[in-house]
């Protein structure tokens, strides 16, 4: 039997990406292209008294020009629709779109920008999330109300747009059971995904008001709902075409530009295309939300942990509409995969004047597991207890309730831990100012929709044919091995073909976690599918009873006879190809989780307070690995994204204004900042939501990561960073302090 589930398998896409063949929307050529720029504020807050466009007129070139004036009211959201397409009397934050112009050329949209003219009248700003959440805080959304997708009821207008609780048992009663009760606040920074390629888009709309898109977004189905809903227009004459994505770590799952676009379309009767440059990027695009994290936390003297409360403040920022969910979904999950008796988790999104976030690879999950593995990293040490042990004692097995009072039917925490501290040498005696940092993240993805097509032509060629879009991760290897293993074929052998929305009337797109799952679930099905047809045709035209057939290497075999039919031979008995379509559609959550545990292993030097990474130990429990190549590169990814949240990245801010705006002043790692990497991935997992039980692995390499970093700085000096970045101007200070 030929093995292709398993087996590493080389990217779909990869040729065309490094030949140049690849495209993506900033790629697009239309005949009659305009260029499209958008002004954007310069203050925080305040009203719109005047807007001048009148001198656009004068740059040669221009075709279009739209401000809030010619948009009123129109709103657009993921999930909760509160940003006007341009700003509609009231900007908000710094960068926000006040006005949008089409040109012939890039040149002509920017020189016409400079000559709009804009008066405001400023407004005091609220930039701290706590003053902003107080009851008496002056209200940014007064409308708030009247918002379409709020998640969760609200009772009357207030800076604090969603509160949410998880949680389980009685934490007064935990509480009061302790022997010893921590409390510790945590917080961390803004940052950016820092994809390479910018959020890029093209529309073409035509006179009825529908339109052709080409966008960056991971969702494109999403979009396109968001877009109908917006303007008014059925999202079916709103026609997405399927383009390469350079990177998205959550940050392209969005709107972005699009209505915009749409607009200066429409008004110039051209395509538009918009391409945000990095300081865009960096100053208005959807970063990682900003938190304060409260953790409160009883044990008992032998370790156990009997109340756990974690109390999440996140900085929206001036808009809450990147969000699908209107909200982090990871927050309920971050007291991890631990037993805890009596447990609860408190989340509260509030708006203020700054740049509105969104999501980043494992929404809520990096802020919290930061907070909730360094917290009890604390703990562990005053009660004279090992970190790993303590977590040990703890830890959730198969059948296990989980903190907030969720099922999990398998879990292989321990032996993550197991591997983890047998690979970095955990228990050995480590030089002076060395310290070791454990950590631990749970994933359980959530589910999704998604459609897959397999078609057999009449020479024998197979060819999988789908909507979704692969934003980097490789779900269109996803879909070429699973329809390989089904039809025992190699998966180099498979065309895969992306298709517009209009082939299925609804779509999830990638995101979360969910690829694999969702359209590996999709491809199984109709890899089994189109190998049931291609059996019940053979069994005809061979006279034999289907049961009786095998697949080798496109042939379809009888197996006592050993007669063969080519996939041709097949096609052409039946008169006509095979067309099969794979569905999968589930909203449930799974209860099989994988796992990650990570030891980082660093040196400071107490004179400096300079951080070195000296080695980083990730160890994963999971179900079966569809191509370990690519499960790989998402453990490598994971650590080095993880290790830049620890230590580097940081969108910094003078009062409103954004000071980093380019890559020499927003730090991401590079080859130099990384240590040596240890993995090692066990398939010891029996069940998982994926095809051949599989589990995910995009998100839960990268969440443990930050709170590894900063126990094992606190490990080598004795200086324990609750705030992120974990810098060694951080370290220095307290270190002088400490002296």
């Not at 954007?40 to 007129?57: E, F, H, L, M, P």
């Not at 109908?228 to 399927?242: D, R, T």
């Not at 650590?639 to 705006?661: H, K, N, P, Q, S």
Request: charged content about 25%; proline content about 6%.
């Amino acid at each position: 039997m030929m093995q292709v589930v398993g087996k590493s398998t080389p990217r779909v896409e990869g040729e065309s990406k490094v030949t140049g063949k690849a495209q993506y929307s900033a790629d697009l050529k239309l005949p009659d292209t305009l260029w499209g720029r958008c002004l954007r504020s310069t203050i925080a807050y305040g009203r719109v008294k005047k807007i001048d466009t009148s001198k656009v007129w004068q740059v040669l070139g221009v075709k279009a020009v739209i401000t809030g004036y010619d948009v009123p009211g129109l709103r657009i959201g993921r999930c909760i629709y509160d940003t006007p397409v341009m700003a509609d009397g009231v900007v908000r934050f710094i960068g926000e779109k006040i006005a949008a112009v089409a040109a012939e050329t890039k040149l002509a949209a920017e020189r016409a920008l400079e000559l709009i003219d804009v008066e405001y009248e400023e407004l005091e700003p609220l930039l701290d999330p706590l003053e902003a959440g107080k009851p008496e805080a002056p209200v940014l959304h007064p409308d708030l109300l009247s918002y379409k997708g709020l998640p969760v009821p609200v009772e009357k207008p207030s800076n604090v747009f969603a509160y949410l609780k998880w949680g389980k048992g009685d934490i007064e009663e935990g509480f009061k059971q302790a022997d010893l009760i921590v409390e510790n606040t945590f917080t961390t920074q803004v940052t950016h995904q820092s994809y390479l390629e910018p959020h890029a888009c093209v529309v073409k709309a035509d006179a009825s008001g529908g339109a052709e898109v080409w966008s960056c977004s991971k969702t494109p189905y999403a979009v396109r709902g968001q877009l109908s809903n917006c303007i008014g227009i059925a999202k079916e004459k709103l026609i997405f075409h399927p383009m390469h994505i350079g990177g998205d770590f959550g940050g392209k799952g969005g709107f972005m530009d699009v209505p915009a676009a749409y607009f200066l379309s429409k008004k110039s009767g051209q395509p538009v295309k918009m391409i945000m440059d990095y300081t865009e990027e960096l100053t208005a695009g959807n970063p990682r939300h900003a938190s304060i994290i409260k953790i409160k936390t009883g044990v008992k003297k032998n370790g156990t942990i009997v109340a756990h409360h974690i109390d999440f403040l996140f900085d929206s920022g001036a808009y809450a509409s990147m969000k699908p969910a209107g909200y982090l979904i990871g927050a309920s999950t971050c007291a991890g995969p631990y037993k805890i008796a009596n447990c609860l988790i408190e989340e509260r999104m509030v708006y203020t004047n700054k740049i509105p976030c969104g999501h980043m690879r494992a929404p809520g999950d990096p802020q919290g597991f930061f907070a909730n593995e360094s917290q009890l990293d604390i703990v562990a040490r005053k009660l004279k207890m090992d970190p790993a042990e303590f977590k040990r004692k703890n830890m959730l097995r198969d059948g296990d309730e989980t903190p907030i009072g969720g099922h999990i039917s398998h879990i292989r925490g321990k032996e993550a831990l197991d591997k983890a501290i047998q690979l970095s040498g955990y228990d050995k005696p480590k030089p002076k100012n060395v310290g070791r940092g454990l950590s631990f993240s749970e994933w359980s993805p959530n589910g999704g929709e998604g459609s897959v097509f397999v078609t057999i032509e009449e020479d024998g060629h197979v060819k999988a044919i789908s909507p979704v879009v692969d934003q980097g991760a490789g779900v269109l290897t996803v879909i070429v091995v699973v329809v390989g293993e089904e039809l025992q074929i190699p998966a180099d052998q498979i065309e895969l073909k992306q298709v517009d929305s209009t082939i299925v009337p609804s779509d999830g797109g990638v995101g979360g976690s969910r690829a694999t799952r969702v359209y590996g679930n999709a491809a199984y099905e109709a890899g089994v599918k189109a190998r049931e047809e291609l059996f019940a045709f053979a069994a005809q035209s061979l006279e034999v009873d289907p049961k009786e057939l095998d697949l080798d290497n496109g042939m379809i075999v009888h197996k006592m006879s050993k007669r063969k039919m080519s996939f041709a031979e097949v096609v052409k008995f039946k008169g006509a190809p095979v067309y099969v379509r794979g569905y999968y559609k589930s909203s449930e959550k799974s209860h099989d989780a994988s796992v990650s545990a990570q030891i980082a292993e660093v040196h400071v030097d107490p004179e400096t307070g300079q951080i070195t990474l000296r080695n980083m130990i990730s160890a994963h429990t999971t179900g079966k690995v569809i191509n370990p190549l690519m499960h790989q590169g998402q453990i490598d990814g994971g650590v080095v994204f993880g290790l830049g949240y620890a230590l580097t990245e940081e969108v910094m801010f003078d009062g409103a204004r954004i000071t980093t705006t380019n890559f020499g002043e927003f730090k991401i790692p590079n080859i130099m900042d990384i240590p040596p990497l240890k993995t090692h991935v066990m398939e010891n997992v029996p069940a998982g939501p994926g095809p051949y039980n599989s589990l995910a692995i995009g998100e839960v390499a990268n969440t443990p990561t930050a709170a590894a970093v900063a126990n094992a700085v606190a490990d080598a000096c004795g200086i324990r960073i609750t705030d992120l970045p974990v810098t060694s101007e951080k370290v220095y200070r307290a270190l002088k302090n400490k002296n």
